[in-house]
């Protein structure tokens, strides 16, 4: 159990249009998603936190107008990422907690790889 | 807010031996440290985890021992294989309910 999923897994757009990457809980629901980004050989950064029907928080240095996040049922939140550049380009990882568990755990998706032409 | 410190960046190991990472971090009140293994292009995966009410934990090959007085845990694997070859980050969590990241480090394990 504690399945997520993202969509895609993959994908490639020419800079300035935007993106938009599915994060979805598949065998429970989720109180708590979370986004990270992830440059090659680096660590997952944390770009924001949502909660499902609630706007997301930011992590400091996160463009809110940029990366746009929707938390709209406990099964699924997404980000869009807006008016791409090259600099975007990335692994982007969701993760999820468990409504009524530990909110440390954190079940993460297979990530979505970002290439902005 | 939370800082998190892990060494070394890279480990190379022969077949069978040792391999030891350690974390250091700053906020007193963090009381959860998971340790996770990724290989390349995959979600991370948490391999062991251990709680501020607990000095050390075992599974099998791995542990993670905790010093909350010195604010530092660290990762104990044995006998290492070469598919424990990967990049492993160690996480600080409980005094918000965010996850904050080591750099990670890179275990090669030579056969």
């Known amino acids: 159990g504690a399945v997520v999923s993202q969509h895609p897994s993959w994908v490639i757009c020419k800079s300035g249009t935007s993106v938009k990457i599915e994060c979805r809980s598949l065998?429970?629901?989720?109180?708590?998603m979370f986004w990270y980004r992830q440059f090659p050989k680096q660590s997952l950064m944390l770009m924001a936190t949502?909660?499902?029907?609630?706007?997301?928080?930011?992590e400091q240095g996160v463009e809110k107008d940029k990366f746009l996040i929707n938390h709209a049922s406990l099964t699924l939140s997404t980000l869009t990422v807006t008016s791409a550049h090259p600099e975007d380009s990335s692994f982007y990882i969701c993760?999820?907690?468990?409504?009524?568990?530990?909110?440390?755990?954190?079940?993460f998706g297979p990530g979505t790889r970002l290439t902005v032409l | 807010g939370e800082n998190v410190e892990q060494h070394p960046s890279t480990l190379s190991v022969q077949e069978g031996d040792s391999a030891v990472i350690k974390c250091t971090y700053s906020?007193?009140?963090?009381?959860?440290f998971p340790w996770y293994k990724q290989e390349l292009g995959k979600r991370p995966q948490l391999i062991i985890d251990?709680?501020?009410?607990?000095g050390e934990k075992k599974d099998q090959r791995i542990a993670v021992t905790l010093n909350k007085t010195a604010k530092h845990f660290s990762l104990h694997i044995t006998e290492t294989q070469p598919e424990d070859s990967a990049v492993y980050f160690c996480?600080?969590?409980?005094?918000?309910?965010?996850?904050?990241f080591g750099t990670g480090t890179l275990l090669a394990v030579q056969p």
């Open positions: 993760s999820a907690t468990r409504s009524g568990m530990s909110t440390d755990t954190q079940y």
């Open positions: 065998d429970f629901q989720a109180t708590t």
């Open positions: 949502s909660n499902e029907g609630s706007k997301a928080t930011y």
């Open positions: 906020d007193s009140a963090s009381n959860y």
């Open positions: 251990i709680r501020s009410n607990v």
């Open positions: 996480a600080v969590g409980g005094a918000t309910n965010k996850l904050i």
